[in-house]
């Protein structure tokens, strides 16, 4: 039977922090940012249809009888 590992109590933000003062503390040069552009913008055009879809579904009355 497998065994089962609980799950850390370290937050997704506490565990990326401290990934990255790792790697930092391991390079040989400066960090750098870089932002990476994609041609491909089909999630904000999904986002944006998603809260036009939601606000037009408060709009609307449904009445049941």
Known sequence: ???VRAKAG????QSRKALLV?????ARG???EKVIRFSN???PNF????D???AMSRQTCVMVK
Request: hydrophobic share 45%.
């Open 1 to 3: 039977m497998p065994t």
């Open 41 to 43: 913008d089909d999630i």
């Open 10 to 13: 370290v937050s997704f933000e």
């Open 47 to 50: 986002l944006h249809r998603l």
């Open 52 to 54: 036009k879809f939601e």
């Open 22 to 26: 790792g790697l930092m503390a391991r």
């Open 30 to 32: 400066r960090a750098t």
